[in-house]
């Protein structure tokens, strides 16, 4: 499937930073990063930070480097970064691939070059060796009290944090601290911890090092190295700027040197962002893996259908500011409708087969009466479906004693059959137990289109499928997986878990859908955008709802459906 092309180009804040710095000559070439964390699948808050470092790289014909934040051993996987690449090639593949400088960069590759930064710091006197306990530094650090270390020699410092190197020390017992202000306003700026020791092979350079760098010293000085001119960041790393700019300035680097800028993340309702929490769905079990359909993972949502203009778009739409906000998730349902829309072809499928018999209609005649592919595309062409006298129409479209103003299927009552003709329910089919089995019907064969009365009106219009020509197929109903706007809003998410999240059905399919690739998006006709998973076989087709057609969780919460 043709991805389609990304509106024109979103204006916000940052990019009038980066169109004014190219004017004015402070910059000549655009380098912004992507620093994601292997520890875990990327999310949708992800997808927006990516859409705008590249985005940005892909208008101002810059790059966007791709680099591995990987200062926790403990906490990080070969499988992780291998996810991550492949979300991200998935994301920007075909639109912005061509500003990705280098696939990926790695933090720990620069791991020399940090340590010779912060002996350079411990030399200048502006950083040393504390054997406090980490809770120790954590409490020090809120009263704003000097720790009783804070005034060694530069060389008895130089020595510790090179004996800490050669791994002489158990993990705990020492860091380094950058010497700043034990009573700053601003608490990041409180003596903060630049290295750790941590005794673990590490996926990139297993067993070389025994001292990691923390967040904000690998961060900056990583944008250093490679040149970054615009490192964009979310909103709560606002506080960590002060920081940013004093390790900068402390060390003497010469220019050029980066600028950090702050955005505010992406909230989505009905999910959560937090990295620790969708671990602990996947370790607990309560979903199934990284790349479940229900996950808001970009797995997750690749799995369900969801194609990556639909994210591009979804990203862009939202907007970038500096001001946090809530984005319903309805907004990510329509941007994937109004694509799916004009993109997917129909077909008709039967999610709860209900046999019906058309008991004037020649048995044995096989009709392929005609289709439309997709009435948003002319391009899309028709196709031939075939009818006979035994039909599935869904359960859902019949009811024995309806109440008023039912317009579907009903004893006595008429609708017309999509593509095809009018038909009549005469008599109604019960087991033992007053299931209803079978319906039997009469069918208006002057009702198709060219007939005498294919223009006769009734008020309903139902799909169906042959059930000679059917094709039995498992239909995956997802759902959100939390029936609360904001899961985790009193700590306790696992409660509002959805238990209707995924339902899983054997669905009755026309004949076309044998033709169906991986690709391609398809509207099954009154109930929604469905993708073929990636369980399916040559044997047994599997099927993901990607959206439902309209926005069922309005109606349920009383309000209007959300637009972008």
């Known amino acids: 499937m043709t991805e389609l092309a990304v509106a024109p180009a ?9 169109a004014e710095d190219l004017r004015t000559g402070k910059q000549t070439r655009i380098v912004t990063r992507f620093p994601p964390e292997p520890n875990g699948y990327l999310h949708i808050g992800h997808a927006k930070s990516i859409c705008l470092n590249f985005g940005i790289a892909h208008e101002f014909v810059g790059v966007c480097n791709v680099r591995m934040d990987d200062t926790n051993p403990t906490k990080e996987e070969t499988e992780y970064v291998d996810s991550i690449m492949d979300d991200v090639h998935w994301l920007i593949d075909g639109w912005a691939d061509k500003n990705l400088g280098g696939a990926p960069l790695y933090t720990s590759d620069y791991f020399d070059r940090l340590y010779q930064f912060a002996v350079e710091l411990v030399d200048k006197g502006k950083a040393y060796v504390d054997d406090m306990t980490p809770e120790e530094t954590d409490e020090f650090r809120r009263l704003g009290k000097e720790s009783r270390f804070r005034n060694r020699s530069i060389e008895e410092n130089r020595d510790l944090f090179e004996r800490m190197k050669a791994g002489e020390f158990p993990d705990g017992t020492r860091t380094l601290r950058a010497k700043i202000d034990v009573n700053a306003p601003n608490l990041w700026l409180r003596d903060p911890v630049l290295y750790r020791i941590r005794h673990a092979s590490h996926h990139h350079t297993g067993d070389k090092w025994s001292i990691y760098p923390m967040y904000d010293w690998a ?59 969708l671990i602990q769905l996947v370790n607990e079990k309560l979903v199934n893996g990284w790349d479940d359909p229900r996950m808001i993972t970009i797995a997750g949502l690749r799995r369900r259908g969801v194609t990556a203009s639909a994210l591009r778009s979804f990203a862009y739409n939202i907007g970038i500011t500096k001001y946090p906000s809530m984005t319903d998730m309805a907004v990510l349902d329509h941007t994937i409708r109004d694509e799916f829309n004009r993109t997917a072809e129909r077909r008709l499928v039967v999610l709860r087969p209900l046999k019906v ?19 948003e595309d002319q391009t899309a062409g028709k196709r031939k479906v075939p009818f006979s006298r035994e039909l599935f129409i869904d359960a859902a479209d019949f009811m024995e004693t309806p109440p008023p103003k039912y317009f579907r299927l009903k004893p006595g009552g008429e609708v017309r059959l999509k593509y095809a003709y009018i038909i009549k ?72 878990i959805n238990p209707h999240s995924l339902e899983v059905v054997t669905a009755k399919c026309e004949p076309a859908l044998a033709e169906a690739t991986p690709e391609k998006r398809y509207q099954f006709e009154r109930l929604g955008y469905f993708t073929l998973d990636s369980d399916s076989t040559a044997a047994k087709q599997v099927w993901n709802r990607t959206v439902t057609l309209k926005d069922t969780w309005a109606k349920m919460e009383g309000r209007a459906p959300s637009r972008p």
């Not at 979103?10 to 980066?18: A, G």
């Not at 018999?357 to 997709?374: C, H, I, M, R, W």
């Not at 009702?447 to 219009?461: E, P, Q």
């Open 10 to 18: 979103p204006t916000d804040f940052i990019r009038e930073v980066v």
């Open 357 to 375: 018999v058309l008991t004037n209609y020649p048995d044995g005649k096989v009709e392929g009466l005609e289709a439309v592919n997709n009435p």
């Open 219 to 277: 961060h900056t000085l990583s944008d250093y190295i490679e040149g970054i001119t615009h490192s964009v960041c979310t909103l709560e790393f606002e506080v960590h700027r002060p920081l940013y700019d004093w390790i900068l300035q402390a060390l003497e680097l010469p220019p050029p040197v980066p600028h950090q800028y702050e955005f505010a993340r992406l909230n989505l309702t009905y999910t959560l962002m937090s990295k620790r929490k």
């Open 425 to 496: 329910c005469d008599e109604v089919v019960n087991d033992s137990s007053g299931n209803v089995t079978e319906l039997l019907c009469t069918v208006d064969l002057e009702s198709k289109s060219g007939g005498a009365t294919a223009n006769r009106k009734v008020k309903g219009t139902i799909h169906w499928v042959s059930a000679a020509h059917a094709r039995d197929a498992e239909v995956r109903l997802y759902d959100r997986l939390f029936t609360a706007p904001e899961p985790d809003a009193t700590g306790d998410f696992k409660s509002f």
